[in-house]
């Protein structure tokens, strides 16, 4: 069903030169007496890339035939990660390439949005926030627990944050998927 630029609004999905893509920003232009115009950032949905699209308001602008599944990571084989549909059962496979930097942040057994375009996968939407345990860093400073001061952490699956003064190997730190930013401690290893 096609849209005007009047309906978009942040995380709309369009379909522009065959291509799956969301609205980033949006800004509504009205031309003196001539009609008024959207000035758009639309980011590509299977490559990450950015562009920046002017339509008139009238436009007539197609909907992708676009979904998201939730999904349970199970594992990793060789280059590909395989997800389990928590409804069918099915399980379907992702490559390095349409994972991308996700993986860093995806324990076995999380729970994800598969993203799907004309029915084929093609990347996926992390939960904001992730709880991963810490498996190497600096040992942590003894009065150290109000700090602005931070360390490299590396989690179980291979992230590396910079995390407070006060953490060490074994702690359970959460972290915000889309800043890859530490945000607390969940549990101590002690």
């Given at each position: 069903?096609?849209?005007t630029p009047n309906q978009f609004k942040r995380g709309s999905k369009l379909e522009e030169s065959g291509e799956p893509y969301s609205v980033v920003e949006y800004l509504h232009i009205k031309c003196g007496r001539g009609g008024a115009n959207v000035r758009t950032k639309l980011k590509n949905l299977i490559n990450g890339k950015v562009i920046e699209r002017t339509y008139s308001s009238d436009e007539k602008i197609k909907t992708p035939d676009f979904e998201e599944r939730n999904m349970q990571y199970l594992y990793k084989d060789g280059?590909?990660?395989v997800f389990m549909d928590n409804d069918s059962f099915e399980q379907i496979n992702?490559?390095?390439?349409e994972i991308g930097d996700s993986s860093l942040f995806m324990p076995e057994s999380l729970e994800v949005y598969v993203q799907l375009f004309n029915q084929k996968p093609i990347g996926v939407t992390?939960?904001?926030f992730v709880e991963l345990e810490i498996t190497q860093t600096d040992p942590g400073v003894k009065g150290?627990?109000?700090?602005?001061s931070?360390?490299?952490a590396t989690t179980i699956t291979g992230a590396t944050v910079n995390v407070p003064l006060f953490i060490n190997?074994?702690?359970v730190i959460?972290?915000?998927?889309?800043?890859?930013?530490y945000v607390e401690r969940v549990r101590s290893a002690r």
């Open positions: 069903m096609p849209i280059d590909n990660y992702l490559t390095d390439d992390l939960p904001n150290d627990t109000v700090s602005s931070s360390k490299p190997e074994g702690d959460k972290i915000d998927t889309r800043e890859s930013t």
